[in-house]
């Protein structure tokens, strides 16, 4: 087998091209970009394995703990509530603190109306001359 002539190359013509030229800045920005992408690559591996790794201990520890109660939330042995009776339970709750209103601390001499936030916070910080 002969070797490849240069005209069989397929190579532009010296005459009519530019000549590649890679200038040191542009090496070395080149460079930079890969090596940024290494750097970024590395700690991004090196914070997944961390948290794989801290999950999996902190799962590991509390079956080690508690084996039951673990087991437990994995397969949810217990029984759910139905989610008509909790509407149902929710909705006498509602009903009783909606007719017997909820139980609350009023004090008389509490203010309830401010001029401004100021005026709010200087109440706040037992500043207030007022008295209402």
């Not at 070797?3 to 460079?31: C, F, G």
């Not at 090596?35 to 970024?40: E, R, V, Y």
């Amino acid at each position: 087998m002969s070797s490849p002539s240069p005209a069989n190359l397929n190579l532009p013509d010296a005459s009519s091209a530019e000549p590649l030229i890679i200038t040191p800045a542009q090496h070395e920005s080149t460079t930079e970009k890969s090596d940024n992408t290494a750097k970024i690559v590395f700690l991004g591996g090196a914070a997944a394995l961390g948290i794989l790794s801290g999950f999996g201990s902190a799962i590991a520890m509390a079956k080690k703990k508690d084996p039951t109660s673990f087991d437990k939330g994995l397969m949810g042995l217990e029984r759910m509530e139905s989610g008509g009776s909790l509407a149902l339970r929710a909705l006498g709750w509602g009903s009783v603190f909606a007719v017997g209103g909820l139980p609350s601390a009023k004090n008389p001499d509490a203010r309830t109306e401010f001029e401004s936030i100021r005026d709010f916070f200087q109440y706040i910080n037992g500043d207030d001359k007022k008295g209402k």
